[in-house]
């Protein structure tokens, strides 16, 4: 009797400790350790975590670090903040080869967002130094047919004003940046629907790269969850019902234009939550954690790629 009831203790204690570890997830392999590392490249008017403004500013709210700690090897290169899509991508590419080399990588996962989910799709097409070296691109939030804030903001401001205007911005841009590079006319044009429907012919997915979008919207006009974007919403909605894309938006760019290759949705979140804006899928500040799990969607987005691979 004292036997069995030894063994039982035992299966017990040994079911306990296994239970344990597994909640914990103390010996599980990280679940993406084994991808190619994962490089994320920010939008207009964004920076990487080294330079001007990253000081007091924060453009993926932790994400590269939260990837990291799943086992994945990442990095977040900053290039001009606005500028056209190929300036940023030629900015880009020497940065992703040099990490490649660090970490000893023969491919990488490309995630931009916004602007940067082109300038992804113009490196995989059009950067020859990485022919072969780029396994998927996934894009987010980003702006594949054009956004009607860039159509209409380029459209009420006269063409002999649009020098002045530029000259300004660019003035608070290299000062903001640290940096007398700044290109506010081309970063805008970059953007109408004009350009993007060019940009679409002339840019082609690359043969053997896979492409995954996914993307966000606000359900309505709502300045208490989104005080930014909230005031751009009715402008994107106004424009996008115009031109045929359609009201429904995430502050600046329609949902149909975030839609490339093969679309895989947006988060989920609560009753409550009005939607995810344009800023809150990158949680920019961290105001994307305040209304979904922000982890998760990044952590899918990283395991979809990891398993496209």
Same mark, same amino acid.
């Given at each position: 009797? !004292?036997?069995?009831?030894?063994?039982?203790?035992? &299966?017990?204690?040994?079911?306990?400790?296994?239970?344990?570890?597994?909640?914990?997830?103390?010996?599980?392999?990280?679940?993406?350790?084994?991808?190619?590392?994962?490089?994320?490249?920010?939008?207009?008017?964004?920076?990487?975590?080294?330079?001007?403004?990253?000081?007091?500013?924060?453009?993926?709210?932790?994400?590269?670090?939260?990837?990291?700690?799943?086992?994945?090897?990442?990095?977040?290169?900053?290039?001009?903040?606005?500028?056209?899509?190929?300036?940023?991508?030629?900015?880009?590419?020497?940065?992703?080869?040099?990490?490649?080399?660090?970490?000893?990588?023969?491919?990488?996962?490309?995630?931009? /967002?916004?602007?940067?989910?082109?300038?992804?799709?113009?490196?995989?097409? /059009?950067?020859?130094?990485?022919?072969?070296?780029?396994?998927? =691109? &996934?894009?987010? %939030?980003?702006? /594949?047919?054009?956004?009607?804030?860039?159509?209409?903001?380029?459209?009420?401001?006269?063409?002999?004003?649009?020098?002045? =205007?530029?000259?300004?911005? %660019?003035?608070?841009? %290299?000062?903001?940046?640290?940096?007398?590079?700044?290109?506010?006319?081309?970063?805008?044009?970059?953007?109408?629907? !004009?350009?993007?429907? &060019?940009?679409?012919?002339?840019?082609?997915?690359?043969?053997?790269?896979?492409?995954?979008?996914?993307?966000?919207?606000?359900?309505?006009?709502?300045?208490?969850?989104?005080?930014?974007?909230?005031?751009?919403?009715?402008?994107?909605?106004?424009?996008?019902?115009? %031109?045929?894309?359609?009201?429904?938006?995430?502050?600046? =760019?329609?949902?149909?234009?975030?839609?490339?290759?093969?679309? !895989?949705?947006?988060?989920?979140?609560?009753?409550?939550?009005?939607?995810?804006?344009?800023?809150?899928?990158?949680?920019?500040?961290?105001?994307?954690?305040?209304?979904?799990?922000?982890?998760?969607?990044?952590?899918?987005?990283? !395991?979809?790629?990891?398993?496209?691979?």
């Amino acid at each position: 009797m !004292k036997t069995l009831a030894k063994i039982l203790l035992t &299966t017990i204690f040994s079911l306990l400790i296994t239970t344990s570890v597994s909640a914990s997830g103390g010996s599980s392999t990280p679940p993406l350790q084994g991808s190619h590392p994962y490089i994320l490249i920010h939008g207009i008017l964004g920076f990487d975590d080294k330079n001007p403004p990253a000081s007091i500013l924060t453009y993926w709210g932790g994400m590269d670090d939260y990837l990291k700690s799943k086992g994945a090897k990442v990095i977040s290169p900053g290039s001009q903040a606005m500028a056209s899509i190929s300036t940023r991508a030629g900015q880009t590419v020497p940065q992703i080869i040099d990490f490649m080399n660090s970490v000893g990588a023969t491919k990488v996962h490309l995630l931009g /967002h916004s602007q940067g989910g082109l300038v992804s799709r113009y490196i995989a097409s /059009h950067s020859s130094s990485l022919y072969g070296k780029i396994s998927t =691109v &996934t894009t987010l %939030n980003a702006v /594949h047919r054009g956004s009607p804030v860039a159509d209409i903001g380029l459209g009420v401001i006269p063409d002999w004003l649009e020098p002045f =205007v530029g000259t300004v911005v %660019n003035w608070f841009g %290299n000062l903001m940046y640290s940096s007398n590079q700044q290109d506010v006319l081309a970063m805008a044009n970059s953007l109408t629907s !004009k350009t993007l429907a &060019t940009f679409n012919t002339t840019v082609p997915n690359k043969s053997g790269v896979k492409y995954f979008s996914y993307g966000s919207k606000m359900t309505i006009l709502d300045l208490i969850q989104h005080p930014i974007m909230g005031i751009t919403y009715p402008i994107c909605w106004t424009g996008g019902v115009f %031109n045929g894309q359609g009201g429904e938006n995430d502050g600046v =760019v329609p949902l149909t234009s975030q839609k490339w290759g093969t679309w !895989k949705g947006g988060p989920s979140y609560g009753l409550l939550v009005t939607g995810v804006d344009h800023l809150q899928a990158t949680n920019f500040e961290w105001t994307g954690q305040l209304w979904y799990d922000v982890e998760e969607y990044f952590l899918n987005m990283a !395991k979809n790629a990891k398993s496209n691979q």
